[in-house]
């Protein structure tokens, strides 16, 4: 087995794990906050929007120095900072009592954050170029698995043992990934050749920044996730809102985030391989429109099995986003410095993370849960438009897959 395949099975794997620990908890921050004795019900959506974008300020300050440190010392050692260093983090928020202490603790979590962009790096400097859809839709589904089986399980022990210990069992279970990436991933990572012209951390951003299609993709990403994480933190209080079958919303709200990431791993590795023959930028940009159009039944739904139903919909798509998005990055990327590229396109992905979630508190407070759907699916055309003309997206089939390059 050619050692870029086997790292591949085994990182996906290991998101699968990451993912699965991180998201068992995640889909109850709100009712955390309640178990700490906050009891008015706008308060609680405010501080579950400011703890949830926490992580992501603190993660899009530091990601693009992380991504630099890895072009000079290797993917592998940053996959290893950041798993250890999460693990320790998340146990200690277990113990936190109050939302300030909560707040503190996800921002040192996205201080040291960056498992999944490590691996991302990592597999597209190893994989073969017509294998990077594929490669890179395959490991999304990892990642994706293991957001259907944490909130799920993450719900069940809610109810048995409550939200409290989950924070522990999660930082157990990102630990174990980050010994499997110790002792099984292999990186043929070599140093890169000193320069005479001298650059520094500026420079390089500034040559970075000078890439329009880059440009491009960093506002599409800041978009994308603005407008799936606007909602994240409110889901399980909208689930409330349904008046779930035996009062289990707990069990139903990690229901509803599980068969999202259903849909999305089943589509994830086939929109990648669409992306390697006919262009990922066309694949983002359907992927996008129909995450779009999809979002809008939310505003009708008019129990939980309905929304079950639009969210297995809506998941189809949302598997051909961040895949394609991550496989267009290096066309446009230097080799010497990609990891940095994936650190700013990380970066503007946390804007959006960070941003969203605030936002979506704030406009539930106004228009209501069912309203921010509706801005989150205009927020999406509106995206999808600006990459169809940042890169002329072609969308007729009559042009032959050879020609079909980005931009």
């Known amino acids: 087995m050619p050692f870029w395949r086997r790292n ?30 906050m009891t008015d019900q706008s308060e609680v959506e405010l501080w579950a ?55 503190f603790l996800r921002l040192l979590n996205g201080m040291i954050s960056g498992f999944i962009p490590a691996s991302i790096a990592l597999m597209s400097t190893c994989t073969p170029k017509e294998k990077t859809g594929y490669a890179l839709g395959l490991l999304q589904s990892g990642a994706v698995g293991g957001s259907i089986i944490g909130p799920f399980f993450g719900g069940i022990l809610a109810e048995m043992i409550g939200y409290r210990y989950i ?22 990572f070599q140093p890169q050749k000193k320069v005479k012209e001298k650059r520094n951390f500026f420079t390089d951003a500034a040559m970075i920044l000078q890439q329009k299609k880059l440009i491009v993709l960093f506002g599409v990403g800041f978009l994308m996730q603005f407008a799936l994480m606007g909602a994240q933190p409110l889901m399980s209080l909208f689930v409330a809102e349904l008046h779930t079958p035996g009062g289990y919303i707990a069990f139903f709200a990690g ?62 798509f949302v598997g051909g986003l961040s895949a394609s998005l991550n496989s267009l990055i290096p066309k446009y990327s230097p080799p010497e410095k990609l990891s940095t590229v994936y650190g700013y396109n990380t970066s503007a992905t946390c804007l959006g993370n960070l941003l969203g979630p605030i936002t979506g508190g704030l406009m539930s407070g106004w228009i209501g849960i069912r309203g921010v759907f509706l801005i989150i699916a205009l927020i999406l055309f509106i995206a999808a ?18 020609a079909l390059r980005a931009g």
Request: proline fraction near 4%; glycine fraction near 10%; charged fraction near 10%.
């Open 8 to 37: 591949l099975y085994i990182l996906m794997v290991c998101q699968f794990l990451v993912l699965g620990s991180m998201s068992m908890i995640m889909p109850f921050l709100p009712l955390y906050l309640q178990e700490m004795g």
């Open 49 to 103: 929007g400011i703890i949830f974008g926490a992580n992501f300020l603190s993660a899009f300050i530091f990601a693009p120095i992380w991504g630099s440190l890895a072009d000079r010392f290797g993917r592998k050692m940053m996959i290893l900072r950041s798993g250890f260093g999460m693990a320790i983090v998340i146990i200690l928020t277990g113990l936190a009592t109050s939302p300030i202490q909560l707040l």
């Open 167 to 188: 924070f522990f069992i999660t930082g157990i279970g990102i630990a174990i990934a980050t010994f499997v990436v110790l002792f099984l991933v292999k990186e043929e």
């Open 255 to 316: 229901l509803v985030a599980s068969v999202t990431g259903v849909s999305n791993m089943i589509s994830s590795p086939y929109l990648g391989r669409l992306g390697d023959r006919y262009g990922s930028e066309r694949v983002l940009f359907f992927a996008m429109i129909g995450t779009a159009i999809f979002f809008i039944p939310h505003f009708f739904v008019g129990n939980v099995w309905q929304l079950l139903v639009v969210r297995f919909l809506l998941g189809l």
């Open 385 to 402: 438009l600006v990459l169809k003309l940042g890169f002329h997206v072609r969308t007729p089939n009559r042009h032959k897959p050879s």
